[in-house]
């Protein structure tokens, strides 16, 4: 689980891969759920789209996560990071046409986390710039993440 922080989760897959049936994978995941273990991100849209859909998953704690990982994929520990900065704002992932954006928040904040210099391409800024939300935020770093905290 702490390899898949910050991706799209499927108990199909997990199941596929550890060779186990589908509803001892959904079991487990609800256990790493209802422990505090991860926390899942839900699709933003429809009803049936939020239910449907992938969940993404964060890790409770960054260090259980490096602990598990080691210290590698710096963009995905520092999504994991903006998350638990945000957690709290019931954020959701936005997916549409294969192109994804981090978060959008209950106040209709949209946040896209690039670690340090990473920019969006082209597609990932048209798809940015045109989504329609209050505000629009590209977190690359711990003041951009003070900035976003002053605004939620």
């Excluded at 209802?34 to 998953?57: C, D, M, S, T, W």
């Excluded at 598990?68 to 990071?81: A, V």
Aim: positive net charge.
């Amino acid at each position: 689980m702490m390899e898949r922080s910050g991706k799209r989760l499927s108990v199909n897959k997990i199941a596929n891969i550890l060779n186990i049936s589908p509803d001892t994978s959904k079991r487990y995941f609800e256990l790493f759920c209802n422990a505090y273990l991860i926390h899942p991100v839900a699709r933003f849209g429809k009803l049936n789209e939020q239910i449907l859909a992938p969940k993404k998953i964060y890790s409770c704690d960054t260090g259980i996560r490096t602990f598990y990982t080691g210290e590698r994929d710096w963009g995905s520990l520092f999504e994991n990071y903006v998350f638990l900065r945000i957690k709290n704002q019931n954020p959701k992932y936005v997916y549409q046409n294969e192109l994804e954006i981090d978060f959008i928040t209950q106040q209709n904040i949209l946040i896209e986390c690039k670690f340090h210099d990473e920019s969006l391409n082209e597609k990932q800024r048209i798809f940015f710039d045109s989504f329609p939300a209050k505000e629009k935020r590209l977190v690359r770093n711990y003041h951009d993440i003070e900035l976003l905290e002053n605004i939620i």
